[in-house]
């Protein structure tokens, strides 16, 4: 049972236009939500994270929402870039219980020039 | 970038062999933690430590076992390589518990 999925496997989108990356959970516990970015035969980089206090966390062109009624995160890239053609995974954790991330399946985003 | 290795970075191995794969950090970082990364699957943990001698199972624990004999070394082992542990291996490193990871460049590990 995966408490963080991701359900769409990829996203096509043209350079300069937005692209939302969608991520939903199901375990209430979680309190903190990451974005991690994956190049081929590279580790995941950090991109961006968001506490459940928040709705909203900003930085540069990437915006992460989160709307805790839903169980539901968004990554937000805008303008996106050939550069951002990445595998996307959201993770989440419960702080104060561990240090565990769980995962999503993760999402591959393909900007087209 | 983090200080993170991972080694080696590609094995072919026989089923029924013993692997070991080798995490080394030079931040100092107090937890480290082993995944498997499977298509569909996103990453999943293996294992993970909180400090020197001290590690906890993750959700795919079974046919691994980990060590942390120094801050700097976690050691990954598959007692007896098995087809289903053919995976690519990461290494993370983390400062604060629950809080952001950072990746190793992994490994990719072939069971024959």
């Known amino acids: 049972d995966q408490q963080v999925k991701q359900n769409s496997p990829s996203l096509s989108v043209q350079e300069g236009r937005i692209s939302i990356l969608n991520c939903d959970y199901t375990n209430s516990m979680f309190d903190y939500f990451l974005w991690y970015k994956k190049y081929p035969a590279e580790g995941p980089t950090f991109l961006i994270s968001?506490?459940?206090?928040?709705d909203k966390n900003e930085d540069g062109r990437f915006t992460v929402f989160l709307n805790k009624s839903a169980k539901h995160l968004s990554l937000h890239i805008v303008p996106s870039q050939p550069g951002d053609s990445a595998v996307y995974f959201c993770?989440?954790?419960?702080?104060?219980?561990?240090?565990?991330?769980?995962f999503g399946g993760g999402t591959r985003l393909m900007v087209k020039p | 970038d983090a200080g993170i290795t991972q080694s080696p970075r590609h094995k072919v191995t026989e089923t029924g062999t013993p692997v070991t794969l080798r995490c080394h950090q030079t931040e100092n970082h107090r937890y480290m933690y082993w995944y498997r990364q499977d298509p569909g699957h996103g990453l999943r943990l293996i294992h993970y430590?909180?400090?020197?001698?001290?590690?906890d199972k993750g959700e795919v624990s079974d046919g691994y076992s980990v060590s942390r004999s120094k801050t700097e070394d976690f050691l990954l082992t598959l007692e007896s390589a098995t087809s289903s542990q053919t995976s690519v291996y990461f290494c993370?490193?983390?400062?604060?518990?629950?809080?952001?990871?950072?990746f190793g460049p992994g490994t990719r590990l072939t069971v024959t």
């Open positions: 968001i506490s459940s206090i928040k």
């Open positions: 993770a989440a954790s419960v702080n104060n219980a561990g240090n565990m991330l769980t």
């Open positions: 993370a490193i983390s400062e604060f518990r629950g809080y952001e990871q950072y």
């Open positions: 430590s909180y400090g020197v001698k001290d590690t």
